[in-house]
């Protein structure tokens, strides 16, 4: 008897960001729902906004640098790995220091807080968190570059943890407020700091080299890549600031709060399949073969796409009672925004994957100029819709120009890479039929009851049942 294939170390990844992206889910959720019952609703518009602005400039801020230096660091020395770190680290925080003095110095501060819907007493606290953010998410890129997600996972967990006991010890002193949340939330972004720098080599990385090419090179892919970068994010940042401005905060907390999972369905898929799967097709590719890359891409987008349909029909299916269950008055019009918000994940997928294939095809001039004009287009539609439609007016704004970005990518990614579309066309079947499931799901889901606990509950059964048999066919492949 022959010895069985033990599985593949990508899929065990998988599997543990998958399991830890759940337990995330959970307890964040739970952390969500206290927050949205027991904060006022305008302060959870407030906090929507102030996430908003922690991804918007904080990509700015970055520079998008890591997007160079994780092509890099796959397969090179180990002082050369965290001499990228180090060289990362530096320009960003060098870039912050230098963009909140400008601001401090020409008393610009009221103008910048205005422009961004953020309360002005509260701009010391949202600059601390930005910091941290930073410093945590360069770190935590590079460990996933190094293949070592799991740490990724646990001090993601550890932070969500801490925020849940936070949120509870907040209300068991009756004392929960936004500002007494945000000084606590401080406090785990350091936690989570500590224990990320525990998980480095320290001593190596203040010995590493600062690498020059990230400043000769780096920069002609990163900054080019801004826009594109702010693109995915504008597309639901632009939703709750222009609704904060041309409607008001409690719009916006319901808004948010509808694309807060969202967020969080696209953030599983993200780390847990493309991320993940990232570096291996990286390191194939860099070994020149292109063949191993291009199966890490097909999977991707396969394994990304199903589990968004997945998370689209749990989502839509249980909403609606979930808000009514929670007597959550103040977010009724949830489960309306949702029906298009939780699309969202599948053109998610599919722009994310052909993103990375450009970049690594080093495709970014044309990349630019569709950011450029799809950011304009959601800007546009989005005064538009909003004025014409209302709140619900802002997802439709996004949606569509989001299926435009999708469908755009994929059509250059597969045009520029001979072998990659050949690839394809040995997985058309499989991705017609996912268009073909999601298609029929979604009528099934716009005309059934969601208010009957029968038929959601059924619907529930079938998708783990679905999922379940997904899965053992899965290993099944991965074995042969």
């Known amino acids: 008897m022959g010895r069985v294939k033990l599985m593949p170390d990508y899929l065990k990844n998988i599997l543990h960001t998958q399991f830890f992206s759940i337990l995330n889910i959970i307890v964040g959720f739970v952390s969500l729902f206290l927050l949205i019952k027991y904060l006022h609703v305008e302060e959870y518009g407030e906090y929507v906004l102030i996430q908003g602005f922690l991804a ?4 700015i801020i970055s520079q998008n640098i890591y997007s160079y230096a994780r092509l890099k660091i796959p397969g090179s020395e180990e002082n050369i790995q965290y001499g990228y770190l180090k060289t990362v680290i530096s320009l960003v925080s060098g870039f912050y220091l230098f963009i909140f003095i400008v601001i401090w110095l020409f008393g610009l501060s009221e103008i910048f807080w205005n422009f961004f819907e953020i309360n002005l007493e509260l701009s010391l606290i949202v600059v601390l968190m930005l910091a941290l953010e930073l410093i945590n998410a360069e770190i935590m890129r590079f460990l996933i570059a190094l293949k070592n997600i799991h740490i990724k996972n646990y001090a993601q967990f550890f932070q969500k943890v801490f925020i849940l006991f936070v ?3 907040l209300l068991f002193l009756d004392s929960l407020s936004l500002n007494s949340f945000l000084y606590l939330f401080i406090v785990g972004q350091i936690i989570v700091l500590f224990y990320l720098i525990n998980h480095i ?5 203040f010995n590493a080299p600062f690498m020059k090419d ?3 090179k780096g920069y002609q892919i990163a900054l080019p890549l801004i826009p594109i970068g702010l693109m995915s994010l504008a597309l639901n940042y632009t939703d709750t600031l222009m609704i904060a401005k041309m409607i008001d905060k409690e719009s916006v907390a319901q808004y948010g709060f509808s694309s807060q999972i969202v967020s969080i369905v696209m953030m599983i ?6 991320l993940t799967l990232f570096p291996y097709a990286t390191e194939s590719f860099n070994k020149n073969d292109l063949k191993r890359k291009n199966d890490f891409f097909i999977k991707m987008y396969i394994y990304s796409i199903s589990l968004s349909i997945i998370f689209y029909v749990l989502i839509v299916l249980n909403i609606t009672w979930f808000v009514e ?4 008055e103040s977010y009724k019009d949830v489960p309306i925004y949702l029906m298009i918000l939780a699309i969202f994940p599948i053109f998610q997928s599919i722009y994310n994957v052909s993103s990375h294939n450009m970049q690594l095809l080093k495709i970014v001039k044309v990349q630019l100029y569709i950011a450029i004009f799809v950011i304009f287009c959601n800007v546009i539609l989005n005064f538009f819709f909003i004025k014409k439609f209302g709140v619900i007016g802002a997802a439709y704004a996004s949606l569509i120009s989001f299926m435009l970005l999708s469908i755009v990518y994929f059509i250059l990614t597969l045009k520029n890479d001979l072998y990659l579309r050949e690839s394809f066309s040995f997985s058309i079947r499989k991705i017609i039929v996912l268009i073909g499931i999601f298609l029929l799901l979604f009528l099934l889901l716009f005309f059934i009851n969601k208010q009957n606990l029968y038929f959601v509950l059924l619907g529930n059964i079938l998708v783990f049942v679905s999922l379940g048999i997904g899965f053992k066919k899965l290993r099944k492949g991965f074995r042969k």
């Open 214 to 216: 990230v400043i000769q």
């Open 201 to 205: 080599q320290v001593k190596i990385f």
């Open 167 to 169: 949120v509870l010890g």
């Open 325 to 328: 269950l929670l007597n959550l």
């Open 269 to 274: 898929i993200g780390t847990s399949i493309i």
């Open 56 to 59: 918007f400039v904080g990509l």
